[in-house]
């Protein structure tokens, strides 16, 4: 069975500090890899995906991911975080045809 | 390109009543995806269509939670009858094929009091 984790629920930043959120992916094989960001009342709307080929993967709104098998982890970075950050943020994996599995999600705040 | 339209915005029912999603996902998409999130968690699985037959159900309460997806386009979630514990957001997604990336609606939030 698939699964991911979260293990931050609660990050908080200082505005212009870098960031980063932690992801770990439970998966047989090389699983498709996705971040989401949720910001209050809205759908989720994505930031960036892996599915192969270079490792670290760039996103919208200035964020990056790294994936990385050995730790069978898929951490979500920027370098320096916008107050319009603030948000909750979903990892999600994706066994190649069937079910798109979500992480606990983290929420972020970010302080002025 | 349109986004996936999803209504009603809010419901709120009493315990035991029915209630009814809708979803129109973006077009040309082949999945489309119903998941309930709970406050304070990450979106479940309910339900995958793939064109207009089901992919995974697994995680459907079948005794009160229905879904259809007729003709392949637009879907309806029903609940009936309504318990408490499913107050949540119902969310609808669609992605191109199965193993691409979902496109999420601003989804539904229900209330069962």
């Known amino acids: 069975a698939q699964s991911v984790t979260q293990p931050d629920i609660h990050i908080t930043v200082s505005e212009g500090a870098s960031l980063e959120l932690r992801c770990n992916y439970s998966y047989g094989a090389t699983p498709y890899l996705f971040w989401y960001v949720q910001s209050p009342g809205q759908g989720l709307q994505l930031l960036l995906k892996y599915f192969s080929g270079d490792t670290l993967v760039q996103g919208i709104k200035g964020f990056e991911a790294e994936f990385k098998r050995s730790q069978s982890s898929f951490n979500l970075r920027k370098p320096s975080v916008h107050w319009s950050d603030a948000a909750e943020y979903f990892c999600a994996l994706n066994n190649a045809g069937n079910m798109l599995t979500f992480g606990g999600g983290t929420r972020l705040m970010v302080k002025p | 390109e349109a986004g996936v339209a999803q209504s009603p915005r809010y419901k709120i029912i009493e315990k035991r009543q029915s209630v009814a999603f809708w979803c129109n996902p973006i077009?040309?998409?082949?999945?489309l995806y119903w998941y309930q999130q709970i406050l304070g968690q990450g979106p479940k699985l309910l339900i995958q269509?793939?064109?207009?037959?089901?992919?995974?159900d697994s995680q459907l309460p079948k005794d009160r939670f229905s879904a259809e997806r007729l003709k392949g386009v637009d879907s309806t979630l029903k609940i009936q009858p309504a318990k408490l514990e499913d107050s949540a957001v119902y969310l609808c997604?669609?992605?191109?094929?199965?193993?691409?990336?979902?496109?999420f609606g601003q989804g539904t939030r229900l209330t069962v009091v």
């Open positions: 997604a669609s992605s191109l094929f199965q193993n691409t990336e979902a496109f």
């Open positions: 077009s040309g998409h082949a999945t």
């Open positions: 269509f793939q064109n207009n037959g089901v992919v995974d």
